[in-house]
C-alpha cells in the first residue's frame, strides 16, 4: 500500500517497486516528435526520471519548469519528464513555455513506465495516469535517490534532488 493522497484521499499505485540501490528498468517512451527513446537503465550519464500526472496541471507545470532551470542542460545529467500526456500535447507545452533542455517522454502506449517503476494511479480521479515521483540514477543505472511525492498536489523536494546528483558527482561540475 502506498502513502500517496490526492487532495488529503489516499491512492493505491500499481506495478513494480524500484528502490534505491537497485538497477532501473530499461522502458521505452515516446517523444513529442512521435519517436521511441528509452529511459532507465545504464547511459553513462546521471539521469532524472520526473513522472508528473500532466502538464496540463499547475503544479506540473511549474515544476517542469523549475527543473529545467535547475538541472536541464548540466553536463552529463539527462533529465526527462514522463507522463501520460500525449506527444502532442507535451510538444505544445514545451514550445509555449520555452522548455528546451530537458526531455519529455509519453507513456500513453501501454503505462510501460508507469508499471515498471509501480507509478501507476489505480484509483482517484486520477486513475490511469502517473504519480508524481523523482528518480535519479547514477551512470550505472542504478537508483541512488527516489521520492514518491506523498500529496500528489504538492512539489519534490527538489534541493533533495540536487544534492543526491551533488553527492555523487552528477554535478556536471567536471571533478571527477
Known amino acids: ?38 529511459v532507465g537503465g545504464a547511459n553513462g550519464k546521471f539521469q532524472v526520471l520526473i513522472a508528473v500526472p500532466s502538464l496540463d496541471t499547475g503544479v506540473c507545470a511549474t515544476e517542469t519548469r523549475k527543473f529545467n532551470e535547475k538541472l536541464a542542460g548540466k553536463n552529463g545529467v539527462s533529465v526527462n519528464v514522463i507522463s501520460m500526456d500525449l506527444p502532442f500535447a507535451m ?36 486513475a490511469g495516469l502517473l504519480t508524481r515521483a ?6 550505472d543505472g542504478v537508483v541512488i535517490y527516489k521520492e514518491i511525492v506523498s500529496e500528489i498536489t504538492t512539489e519534490p523536494n527538489y534541493e533533495a534532488i540536487i544534492a543526491a546528483l551533488s553527492s555523487s558527482c552528477g554535478c556536471g561540475c567536471g571533478h571527477h
Open 1 to 38: 500500500m502506498s502513502n500517496v493522497t490526492f487532495k488529503g484521499t489516499p491512492v493505491s499505485l500499481e506495478g513494480d517497486t524500484v528502490n534505491v540501490g537497485q538497477k532501473a528498468p530499461v522502458v521505452e517512451v515516446v517523444g513529442k516528435d512521435l519517436s521511441s527513446f528509452e
Open 91 to 126: 510538444g505544445r507545452f514545451c514550445a509555449t513555455e520555452g522548455i528546451e533542455n530537458l526531455k519529455v517522454g509519453s507513456d500513453f502506449r501501454g503505462a510501460k513506465f508507469a508499471k515498471a517503476y509501480g507509478l501507476l494511479l489505480k484509483d482517484s480521479p486520477l
Open 134 to 139: 523523482v528518480f535519479v540514477l547514477d551512470k
